[in-house]
């Protein structure tokens, strides 16, 4: 459309609501990445043409410590700032400490704040009424833009301690009104209420934070951080939701409705917001050797990007412009349900999920829908259960074409001292002993399995081979759970056809086989048919009964 030479070096820009001006603010000399005094140009951004220009030290003077003013960061007020018809406001955050507040039409300047330390990004209340900057002292603060009678323009709201002043893109207001976030030069994540300064949560990640963007409904909050990590917060505590082995220091984008985020570091990742974080889509812009991306942006319908990079030379890629391509492919399928078993009340369960199709697969586990918090694999192994736990668990595993949800399995949480079907076995070891009606998968019937403690405390098995079988191993295995996946083998036995067996392994194992450290289960599986990829009956036993 047009270009405009501004001689410097720019290092922060800003658009008006409603797009018609554009303003710039340039450091140094053309080339240099020093931090000279620089000048502001505003434009008209329609044609380019220049509205108005000078240099800030010309414009504004000194600062108030009396050094020379330099700027990095610039910000245009929404109309009919301060509750004035028709005003609008530039504000400008200098490296001395001093907020300056300008006339956009012409520059002259309305009012000025010293904030102690450098001023790098500054954001404007959608209304108007006041606006938040960072400083160099540490501190966020929130300034009147529509003061009482006998107050200052610029005075103090709140002022709230966040540890640094906001990085590039570090400052941002959640779109439902109620919250605002920070990514600080020395690495602190943090979330604030916008009406109190109230500090809700903060992280610090261990090294300098560039963008943190919300979701457009506000709940989520994603930050990046130079140490090479991302994060995606839930907003109201801080709590993370995905992390992200990269730093994605070209920033942040979400889709209109928030279902999918654009983080970008030398390439773009689309991701699912959702507890899963999958991978939906990756974008190369060919960046040059050395450069990384300083900004990017994702159109609300989720089409098109735009990526710009820093540090490049003449003929290499420093902006970027890509089209959204549909990718076709094989959602997954769920070859194996959870299987329903029984809980019991102060113990642990896990169940599994086997899965197949196109990589990568992401799996989240639900309780009546509701994610379960850190639940993201193909096993659920949960915490002591509770006869307060009810419901339906079910899984969801996505890949990048789609998702399948697996069939529910419910959730009845019993007593293990029960004895509901009055056989006079308590329910637990009915099912350990394989009394009850229970069966593993793949089990067609199950076989007794004793146990007793001997004098010197030890637990002693027994259990029935078939000593004329020939061919088919008796395996005894040990565990810490109850779960089928968690065995391990203890020994191996198999019958010789003539009325005798071998154990094959260990072969050092005593007759009388004593509990394994650290286990308390044991089961045996024996063959039903000499098949050897046949069924199985399974024998259980919960030593600790």
Known sequence: MWSHDLGQMAWGADLSEDASLAAVVTIGPAGSTSVGAGGITVLNAATGGVIWSGGIDTLYGNATSGDALSSLCLQISPPGAGGVSGARYL????????????????????????????????????????????????????????????????????????????????????????????????????????????????????????????????????????????????????????????????????????????????????????????????????????????????????QFIVATFRDVTGGQTNLAFLQRIPLTGDPPSITAQPVQRPFFDGMSAALSVAASGPAPLAYQWYLDGSPIDSATSARLLSPAMSSAISGNLTVVVTNPYGSVESDPVPVAVSDPAADLDGNGQKDLTDWCLGLGNYQPPGATNQQPLSAAIDTSGRFAVTFLLNLYAGEMDYTLESATGLDVADWAP????????????????????????????????????????????????????HLSQ
């Open 91 to 302: 504000a400008i955050g200098t490296v001395a400490g001093d907020l300056i507040l300008a006339n956009l039409s012409d520059g002259t300047e309305v009012a000025r704040k010293f904030l102690k330390g450098e001023v790098r990004e500054i954001r404007f209340e959608p209304d108007g009424s006041s606006l938040y900057a960072g400083s160099g002292d540490g501190n966020l603060y929130k300034l009147d833009l529509t003061p009482s009678s006998g107050a200052s323009l610029l005075a103090a709201e709140w002022v709230t301690y966040v540890g640094s002043w906001p990085f590039v893109g570090g400052l941002t207001l959640s779109p439902d009104g109620t919250h605002l976030a920070v990514a600080t030069k020395l690495g602190d994540l943090a979330v604030l209420r916008r009406s109190d300064g109230t500090l809700l949560w903060s992280r610090d990640t261990g090294a300098a934070c560039t963008h943190i963007a919300f979701s457009p409904d506000g709940t989520k909050v994603a930050g990046a951080s130079t140490a090479g990590i991302s994060t995606l917060h839930f907003t109201s505590n801080g709590t993370v939701l995905r992390h992200f082995d990269s730093a994605y220091n070209g920033g942040f984008s979400f889709s209109a409705n928030g279902s999918e985020m654009l983080a970008w570091e030398l390439d773009g990742a689309l991701l699912d917001t959702s507890d899963a974080g999958q991978l939906i889509a990756t974008a190369s812009s060919s960046p040059a050797p050395g450069s990384f991306s300083q900004w990017t942006r994702m159109t609300g319908d989720g």
């Open 490 to 541: 203890a020994a191996t036995f198999r019958p010789d056809g003539e009325g005798g067996y071998t154990r094959t392994a260990p072969a050092s194992l005593p007759d009388e086989i004593t509990e394994p450290v650290g286990s308390t289960h044991l089961r045996v599986t024996q063959p039903v048919s000499a098949d050897p990829a046949g069924e199985k009956a399974f024998s259980r036993i």
